[in-house]
């Protein structure tokens, strides 16, 4: 079993001023995507941009998603890269609008080479106070985290490692309403430049991943329960007078009667959700 080793920061943040900071993220930081793709053996980037572009119908303006929610398709080292709009980071409304892009490009022979890429950017507006250095810091260690020079053996270390880790994680994982610790645990086990090795291509990679969190998505609630949760998650309904006429317009809006939103609250209610008066909305603590 490898050995965790704990570095203990000075500037830790309390339980209360953590779930402010993660609350002030999810409602304001929005997450800008790159995907970037080779073009068909022996077919030249001018003749297959067009082809991209007449699918994907971008809108050529980040106050408009368009069809597909692309800003536009440009040139880029490996190829071209798809440009997506920056949206909030909700997981299954992110996971549904890269797949409909890959499905739909992947008829026309795009290919993943080595030096291809999906990149994220975080992006935010200004915040009355200043971030602290403890969540930048893990922000960083997110986004530079490469295992590009590692041997086969320090590969199987770290493996072990992240099992270890994601045991140790395992309580913070609960929190969440997307099925990220089953899809970690497998990737500990067998990480992507593994599969690859073996023979597997992305399309088989990708099968295998969505097998995972298939087996857990948003916990089997339907698609009303998900567009409640999206209400409350991004702040579509705020600025009400009370708790019961914010039921009541969120009832209307999603077309069921009031008493089949309350039974769809309780079923929330490992999110903890709470009546916040300054917002004039629902908030959940978890």
């Given amino acids: 079993m490898a050995e965790l080793i704990f570095f203990k920061r000075p500037d830790i943040l309390d339980e209360e001023h953590a779930l402010y900071f993660k609350d002030l993220l999810f409602r304001t ?9 080779a073009m068909p053996k022996e077919v030249k980037r001018e003749e297959f941009q067009p082809k991209v572009e007449a699918l994907l119908k971008p809108s050529r303006s980040l106050a408009m998603l368009g069809e597909s929610g692309v800003l536009d398709v440009a040139k880029e ?12 980071p909700y997981y299954d409304v992110l996971i549904d609008q890269y797949e409909h892009i890959i499905s739909a490009l992947l008829p026309l022979g795009i290919r993943a080479r080595p030096t291809c890429g999906l990149h994220f950017h975080l992006l935010t507006t200004w915040f009355a106070h200043s971030i602290p250095e403890i969540v930048l810091a893990n922000l960083w260690n997110l986004a530079t985290s ?5 041997s086969t053996d320090d590969l199987e270390e770290l493996s072990t490692g992240c099992e270890e880790m994601l045991k140790f994680l395992k309580p913070a994982f609960a929190r969440f309403e997307n099925p990220a610790l089953r899809v970690l645990r497998f990737l500990a086990r067998r ?9 597997l291509g992305w399309e088989e990679i990708e099968r295998l991943l969505s097998k995972q969190a298939a087996a857990e998505r948003r916990n089997h609630l339907d698609s009303t329960d998900e ?9 579509d309904i705020k600025g009400q007078p009370d ?3 914010w039921l009541n317009r969120v009832a209307d809006t999603l077309w069921i009667p009031r008493a089949d939103l309350d039974l769809r609250m309780k079923r929330l209610a490992r999110r903890k959700p709470r009546w916040d008066a300054e917002m004039g909305s629902y908030i959940f603590l978890r």
Avoid at 29 to 37: H, I
Avoid at 146 to 150: A, I, K, P
Avoid at 191 to 199: A, E, L, V
């Fill in 243 to 245: 708790d019961d006429r």
């Fill in 29 to 37: 930081a929005k997450v800008g995507t790159e995907l970037e793709f």
């Fill in 146 to 150: 490469d295992t590009s020079h590692l």
């Fill in 227 to 235: 567009r409640l949760v999206r209400i409350i998650e991004l702040g």
């Fill in 191 to 199: 990480p992507i430049s593994f599969m690859r090795s073996d023979g």
């Fill in 77 to 88: 080292h490996c190829g071209a890269e798809v440009r997506i709009i920056g949206r909030y």
